[in-house]
């Protein structure tokens, strides 16, 4: 190069066109092996997430299948919960039937003990001999006294 107030000639220009030139080659240079590293550390990235995708779509397809379980246990809850509403409504029914029958058993078992009662009031004592089926009097004569009116009356 020339001095500072020489004029500047096509050759000076040249050279420093070369040395900015021979910079920018060595910078691109230099980013290119930047830009390769970047790439190779990249595809290593790529590849661990191909593996991480592959992962998903095994767990993605367990899920499915459990989704499928659950959809299946589901049903069957359903199928039992119909199955005990049929049972609960079969079962009150049921439970309305047997109270009917022990109302009506209940009202017969009243009604015989109110025969009862009133058939014990109808036994009367008549000078302490009971005027029953079963009783037999002692004295025959007062046996014949007691049974004519009986006879006169039917």
Do not use: C, W
Request: without cysteine.
């Amino acid at each position: 190069m020339n001095n500072e107030n020489d004029p500047i000639t096509k050759k000076d220009l040249q050279e420093v066109l070369e040395a900015v030139n021979q910079g920018f080659d060595e910078q691109t240079k230099l980013i290119k092996e930047v830009i390769q590293r970047f790439d190779e550390k990249f595809e290593g990235v790529d590849k661990r997430f191909e593996g991480v995708d592959e992962k998903f779509e095994g767990v993605d397809k367990r899920f499915e299948g459990v989704d499928k379980r659950f959809e299946i246990v589901n049903k069957r809850f359903d199928g039992v919960d119909e199955k005990a509403e049929y049972n609960k409504e079969e079962i009150l029914a049921s439970n309305r039937e047997v109270l009917a029958s022990n109302e009506k058993i209940a009202k017969s078992i009243n009604d015989m003990r109110q025969e009862q009662i009133a058939h014990q009031g109808g036994h009367v004592r008549t000078n302490d001999t009971l005027l029953e089926h079963g009783d037999k009097l002692q004295n025959h004569e007062k046996r014949i006294i007691k049974l004519e009116p009986l006879l006169q009356s039917a």
